[in-house]
């Protein structure tokens, strides 16, 4: 086990060499040159000079990939063209906020979707599915800027019950955490509806039920448990992708979180900015993979580990 | 869902001529100034009432549809032709082919896909291309998956090996022997995508990287309008509810799709 898990994070180095080395050619291949972005139109062409050899900008791609390599190892992400921050500050500063809101939305989404799906899938073709398929289709098509807004509206501006905007604690973090949730319900509750389904009609079940198991007690443990493994991967899909920032729902309601800081630095070209995102983004990724792949070992004994490590 | 489908498509349909005929229809025009009428209320004669600038916001609802369906419809059709392609190759020629194409799919598949589309759409001159770019850039990586599933399996049937015994050869197997039978995935796999691309396509003009003003868009006239939304609420609420009904009838129409189909399954919920 340890040794797996060990071997896992040891995979990490070589994926975020390749992410970093790709992720930088790409950045220097794009069209535009962030310094001029810096400096503005009018500057003389001493200034862009001076401040092209400040920033490095005038070797060659290899040393100026070796040399943020060499950074990276002691820990310096470098810093943000515009607002000249250490670039790992800004978002060890942020990335809490964005933990905060990751948890509190799965917090709502993941009861309130496994319940959905279950009282869906025991209705099959019942009102209770159909109203719950119609609302989890309303679900996923939502704009989450527009019922954010109107979310903010009803709640804040009208009952004045919470804070329209701001980052803080609970009674901040009440709207966007909701807001969120609904795409999160939406999907959970299908893939729980499908996954709860097929469990179902699994034989074990009917032997459970024909040997005189009580129906709730043959739910819990025969045909939850096997429905399980879908919904954590859908889980833990959407908690990776969370934690790498919501960037529409941080926007609508002013959260200071990792989703706007890359937006940002996307839009002004900032890239220390980006490629700090990209890397911390991935990392985070791979670990979330890692919990689900040993929640996943957990639930279910007839997982090897070596299978999944293939 | 038969009966929905039907309605979600008729729905649709009629959106879709609303969009096509609007410069014909008898509205206002969407882009008109009209300084006397400033933020009014929904009336008979304004529908959905006025903007800030007094533009009629059902003629510019109706406006911005043309914007969104035709970025919704064009990235699906780009998206659906690439991952076509795509995955037509990487499944067809298995090997080194199919590694560095799937590699590749992964790669696009582990950012966050919004993020990737700002990027592109940061990157490229803003406009309508550039959107209908972005959206086809993150998209088409489904499509590609899908496809390569279908074609490995098409690619082991008895026809393939009487196609190569009669001396086909291999881009004569793989372009009219095997892509025939891939293209009612696509096709399937267009119709639930668009709700998607829908939502995308109106993101992205909401954070400002859309079409750019005057043209209307829904996306941009609900960022547009942020600030008057205690004051006249309805100028945010119907460019949303525009989006919001078009992607509903898009998913609407690609669950029917799907249940027909039998993809529920491969596709997991």
């Not at chain 1, 050899?53 to 063209?81: M, P």
């Not at chain 1, 509206?153 to 905007?165: A, E, G, V």
Request: charged share 15%; glycine share 8%.
């Amino acid at each position: 086990m340890k040794t797996y898990i060990l071997k896992r994070l040891f995979l990490l180095v070589p994926l975020l060499l390749g992410i970093t080395m790709v992720s930088f050619l790409m950045l220097k291949s794009l069209p535009g040159d962030p310094v001029l972005n810096l400096v503005g139109e009018r500057a003389s062409q001493e200034i862009i000079e001076s401040i092209s050899k400040e920033l490095g900008a005038d070797q060659g791609f290899i040393r100026q990939y070796t040399g943020y390599l060499s950074l990276l190892i002691k820990g310096d992400f470098g810093r943000s063209y515009y607002t000249n921050r250490q670039v790992l500050d800004e978002i060890l500063a942020k990335f809490p906020n964005t933990v905060c809101l990751a948890l509190a939305t799965m917090f709502i989404a993941i009861p309130v979707g496994i319940l959905l799906g279950i009282a869906a899938a025991l209705n099959r073709g019942g009102f209770i599915d159909r109203a719950m398929q119609a609302v989890t289709i309303a679900g996923v098509s939502m704009p989450v800027f527009w019922f954010g807004i109107m979310v903010m509206l009803l709640f804040s501006l009208q009952l004045k019950l919470f804070p329209p905007s701001g980052t803080g604690g609970l009674q901040f973090l009440a709207l966007p955490a909701c807001v969120l949730a609904v795409p999160a319900i939406s999907t959970l509750a299908r893939v729980t509806r499908t996954s709860m389904i097929d469990a179902l009609a699994m034989p074990h079940v009917q032997t459970a039920r024909a040997k005189g198991l009580l129906r709730r007690k043959t739910l819990a443990m025969h045909v939850l448990r096997n429905a399980l493994i879908p919904i954590i991967t859908i889980i833990g899909l959407d908690f990776g992708s969370y934690l790498n920032g919501a960037v529409v729902t941080e926007t609508i309601f002013g959260w200071d979180g990792i989703g706007r800081f890359t937006m940002d630095g996307i839009v002004k070209r900032d890239y220390p900015v980006i490629m700090g995102c990209i890397i911390i983004g991935t990392a985070v990724f791979v670990f979330v993979n890692l919990v689900t792949d040993l929640v996943y070992l957990y639930l279910d004994p007839r997982i090897r580990l070596d299978e999944k490590n293939r | 869902m038969k009966k929905t489908g039907k309605i979600a498509s008729g729905v649709l349909i009629v959106m879709v001529v609303f969009s096509v005929m609007a410069p014909l229809l008898p509205i206002a025009d969407p882009e008109r100034i009209d300084l006397d009428a400033l933020r009014e209320a929904p009336s008979a004669a304004h529908l959905f009432g006025t903007d800030s600038k007094g533009r009629d916001i059902f003629s510019r609802v109706v406006f911005g549809g043309r914007v969104s369906i035709s970025v919704a419809a064009v990235a699906a059709f780009t998206s659906a032709f690439i991952g076509f392609v795509v995955g037509l190759a990487a499944g067809y020629c298995g090997g080194k082919t199919d590694t560095i194409l799937m590699a590749l799919v992964d790669f696009i598949l582990s950012f966050p896909s919004l993020l990737l589309a700002i990027a592109v759409s940061v990157v490229l001159p803003p406009g309508i291309y550039t959107v209908m770019i972005a959206i086809a850039f993150v998209g088409w990586t489904s499509f590609a998956r899908i496809v390569r599933g279908q074609v490995l399996t098409y690619k082991e049937m008895p026809f393939v090996e009487a196609a190569r015994s009669m001396g086909c050869g291999h881009a004569r197997i793989a372009i009219l022997h095997i892509a025939p039978l891939c293209l009612p995935i696509s096709l399937i796999m267009m119709g639930i995508k668009l709700g998607g691309f829908v939502l995308t396509e109106a993101t992205l003009g909401f954070l400002g990287l859309g079409v750019q003003p005057p043209t209307p868009t829904w996306g941009s006239m609900v960022s547009a309008n942020r600030a008057y939304i205690l004051s006249a609420p309805w100028t945010v609420f119907f460019p949303g509810l525009a989006i919001f009904v078009t992607a509903f009838c898009c998913n609407l129409l690609g669950e029917y799709l799907k249940e027909r189909s039998d993809l529920r399954r491969s596709l997991r919920y």
